[in-house]
């Protein structure tokens, strides 16, 4: 039984038709790399996931049972975690309020619940450890840290609340050669942990090098699936640009 799946998904914006029976399986531990064209419909694909979007048909299954997302905090309270490219992070709190937000210990303070901040801070600590972060653990805000460690406290966050699945939108886009390494290396992390990722990026070595399966999406539809040890980078952009099962079986 898959962790996720995502079966016969349709949804239209008006006339323009933009999900045409996507199907989709994601397993617990693994990397599934979600690869297109811009346009093939990836980001309306995992907005299902993340409860933004609502299907016009079709049914998602987290751990075998249906489940219909009224709200992206719907969606966190069932364990799926969603980190895009704008991260969400609020610049001028602490990695730790961060990976906490609107979800603070308290303690009781002559009676009346306080934000335990010395949980926070030491919980922070071990998680950071726990990652062999690059985080500066003093760091007063996130608003100085560089893209790939503010990455890593959007993962790290992830992987605190026990995310079931987390899904990672263009995680690496616009980070240097050494902070996507690491990138991938936290994503490759999460799933050891038993998390089940989706990854959606548009590099191709990188994708690669992450990913278990790889799955190709073209006008609307997943119109393949392999193992990433299995395929390459010509035969992904063959599927991109719509190349068929059918013309690969006559081939």
Do not use: C
């Amino acid at each position: 039984m898959a962790l996720l799946e995502m079966s016969g998904i349709f949804k239209s914006f008006g006339p323009v038709e933009v999900l045409r029976g996507v199907d989709l399986a994601l397993e617990a531990g693994e990397v599934l790399a979600l690869v297109g064209d811009n346009g093939a419909g990836k980001s309306t694909a995992i907005k299902h996931v993340a409860g933004v979007y609502r299907a016009d048909a079709g049914e998602i299954r987290l751990e075998g049972k249906k489940v219909e997302f009224d709200s992206p905090r719907h969606a966190r309270t069932l364990g799926i975690e969603t980190v895009y490219q704008d991260l969400a992070l609020a610049d001028a709190l602490s990695v730790g309020a961060n990976i906490f937000l609107g979800r603070e210990p308290t303690r009781k303070f002559l009676g009346i619940p306080v934000v335990d901040n010395a949980k926070i801070r030491s919980e922070t600590e071990a998680l950071l450890k726990r990652l062999s972060s690059r985080i500066p653990p003093k760091a007063a805000t996130v608003a100085g840290l560089s893209g790939g460690q503010r990455q890593a406290v959007a993962i790290a966050r992830a992987l605190y609340w026990k995310a079931k699945v987390v899904v990672l939108d263009e995680p690496t886009a616009a980070l240097a050669v050494m902070e996507r390494e690491h990138v991938i290396e936290l994503s490759r992390r999460l799933a050891a942990e038993g998390v089940g990722v989706i990854y959606i990026g548009h590099n191709l070595i990188e994708i690669l090098e992450v990913a278990d399966r790889v799955a190709v999406m073209y006008r609307g539809q997943v119109v393949h699936v392999v193992k990433a040890e299995e395929t390459n980078q010509q035969e992904l952009i063959k599927y991109m640009t719509g190349f068929t099962e059918a013309e690969a079986k006559a081939a």
